[in-house]
C-alpha cells in the first residue's frame, strides 16, 4: 500500500537549470507534504513544507507546489548548484490512531551536472 | 556537535545471532523513533517513544525491541536475526510528537544492518 509515490527513481541536470521532482499521493486525508534531502551515509534533513490548505510555499531557491485536485506535489529548486546533488524524500503526514505519522516515498536521486 | 547520533554505523553479523543499535540525541527533544529503510528504499516507522513512553508500534516482528532509558536515548535491540534485517536503520527525533504544526524529524545517519 504505497501512499506517497514518486515514479522517477533518477533525474538529472544542468547547473543553473530547473530541476521539477514529482510525488503523487493516494490519501486526500494527508494534513502536511514535507521533502527532505539525503546525501550518501547521512541522514535525511527536512527541507521545505506545505500545509494542505496552501498550493505553494517558497524558501529561497526551492519551492514546493501543492495539486490537491491531481494528489500531486513537486519540488522546484532554481538554480540548481551541483551542492543539490543528492536523494530528495516526499513524505505526507497523516493522523491514524490519535498521532501523527509520517508516509515516505522511495526517493529521487538528483543530479546536477556542473 | 552531532545531533542525532547512532552507533555503531555499520553492522555485519550471522542470523540467529543478538545485536543492539544505540541512539542519542542531543537537541533536548522529547519524541525520539526507529525507521527502517529496506532494500526497496521505502522508509518506515517502526517506534517511537515520547518521554521514554512508547507511543508508535507498527507491526514488527516482537524480535524487536526499543528501550529509552531517558529521553534522550533510544536503542534498539533485534533478537534471532534474519536474513531478512538486512537494512539501514535511522534514529531520529523530534522536539514534541509529531503533529501539523510542528514537523520536522531531525536524522541520525544511519546503522547499515548486513545479516549473513
Known amino acids: 500500500d504505497q501512499q506517497v509515490k514518486q515514479n522517477s527513481p533518477s533525474l538529472s541536470v544542468q547547473e543553473g537549470r530547473i530541476s521539477i521532482l514529482n510525488c503523487d499521493y493516494t490519501?486526500?486525508?494527508?494534513?502536511?507534504f514535507l521533502w527532505y534531502k539525503k546525501y550518501p551515509a547521512e541522514g535525511p534533513t527536512f527541507l521545505i513544507s506545505i500545509s494542505s490548505i496552501k498550493d505553494k510555499n517558497e524558501d529561497g531557491r526551492f519551492t514546493v507546489f501543492l495539486n490537491k485536485s491531481a494528489k500531486h506535489l513537486s519540488l522546484h529548486i532554481v538554480p540548481s548548484q551541483p551542492g543539490d546533488s543528492a536523494v530528495y524524500f516526499c513524505a505526507a503526514l497523516r493522523k491514524a490512531s490519535g498521532t501523527y505519522k509520517y508516509i515516505f516515498g522511495t526517493g529521487t536521486r538528483l543530479k546536477v551536472l556542473a | 556537535d552531532t545531533a542525532v547520533s547512532q552507533t555503531p554505523k555499520y553492522l555485519v553479523t550471522q542470523m540467529g545471532n543478538d545485536k543492539s543499535i544505540k541512539c542519542e540525541q542531543n537537541?533536548?527533544?522529547?519524541?525520539m523513533y526507529w525507521y527502517k529503510q529496506d532494500s526497496k528504499k521505502f522508509l518506515k516507522i517502526m517506534f517511537s517513544?515520547?518521554?521514554?513512553?512508547?507511543?508508535i508500534n507498527e507491526t514488527v516482528p516482537n524480535r524487536f525491541s526499543p528501550k529509552s532509558p531517558d529521553k534522550a536515548h533510544l536503542n534498539l535491540h533485534i533478537n534471532s536475526l534474519e536474513l531478512g534485517d538486512s537494512a539501514v536503520y535511522f534514529c531520529?527525533?523530534?522536539?514534541?510528537?509529531?503533529?501539523?504544526?510542528?514537523?520536522?524529524?531531525?536524522f541520525g545517519s544511519g546503522t547499515q544492518l548486513s545479516v549473513l
Open positions: 490519501n486526500s486525508m494527508f494534513d502536511y
Open positions: 517513544y515520547n518521554n521514554k513512553e512508547l507511543i
Open positions: 537537541l533536548g527533544h522529547d519524541t
Open positions: 531520529a527525533s523530534s522536539p514534541r510528537q509529531i503533529s501539523a504544526t510542528n514537523e520536522k524529524l531531525f
